[in-house]
T-cell receptor, first 110, second 118 residues
């Protein structure tokens, strides 16, 4: 069972516009959420995280929103840049468990 | 060099053979993890370790064995490789598993090992 779902396998946006990547989870024990970015032939790298005691965390162009009642989080990238083109993984942890989503491939077109 | 390294980066082996993937980290992180990445599944946790000599199963442990005699090393062994174990394997480390309210406890990933079982 996929406890963390990223329903959009891919997303394409124009440079300068907003990118919104979505993630849903099912396990109510998850209390910490992270986004990772992955370039080809490299390991994932941490991007931004949010604790369940918050509903928003911002770091430069990246903002993560958490809606606990809907078990949904999203990553906003504003403005999007061509260098943001990568696969983005959502991760959820809690109760000694960590699960990753299947990833969303973001393409930012110049 | 500081960081987390994996070896080999690429490996081709035959069905039934034993193969060991190595992982080494220089940060003295307590936690280490092994994931496999497959299309449509994202990253799935195979095993993790909270400290030397302490290991625990993840989501997909069958067919894999781990050990952790030293904090910095966390080898993953496929005792009898199968074609279904063809994948990209990532090792990661972190300071802790974290608790709600902590600012960050991200995992640091190695570059990956691409394993092909023929």
């Amino acid at each position: 069972d996929q406890q963390v779902k990223q329903n959009s396998p891919s997303l394409s946006v124009q440079e300068g516009r907003i990118s919104i990547l979505n993630c849903d989870y099912t396990n109510s024990m998850f209390d910490y959420f992270l986004w990772y970015k992955k370039y080809p032939a490299e390991g994932p790298t941490f991007l931004i995280s949010i604790s369940s005691i918050k509903d928003k965390n911002e770091d430069g162009r990246f903002t993560v929103f958490l809606n606990k009642s809907a078990k949904h989080l999203s990553l906003h990238i504003v403005p999007s840049q061509p260098g943001d083109s990568a696969v983005y993984f959502c991760a959820a942890s809690g109760d000694n468990d960590m699960r990753f989503g299947a990833g969303t491939r973001l393409t930012v077109k110049p | 060099d500081a960081g987390i390294t994996q070896s080999p980066r690429y490996k081709i082996t035959e069905t039934g053979r034993q193969v060991t993937l190595m992982c080494h980290q220089t940060w003295s992180h307590s936690y280490m993890f092994w994931y496999r990445q497959d299309l449509g599944h994202g990253l799935r946790l195979i095993y993790y370790s909270a400290a030397a000599d302490i290991t625990d199963k993840g989501e997909v442990p069958d067919g894999y064995v781990v050990s952790r005699s030293k904090t910095e090393n966390f080898p993953l062994t496929l005792e009898s490789a199968t074609r279904s174990q063809t994948s990209v394997y990532f090792c990661a480390s972190s300071e802790s598993l974290g608790q709600a309210g902590q600012t960050s406890y991200e995992q640091y990933f190695g570059p990956g090992t691409r394993l092909t079982v023929t």
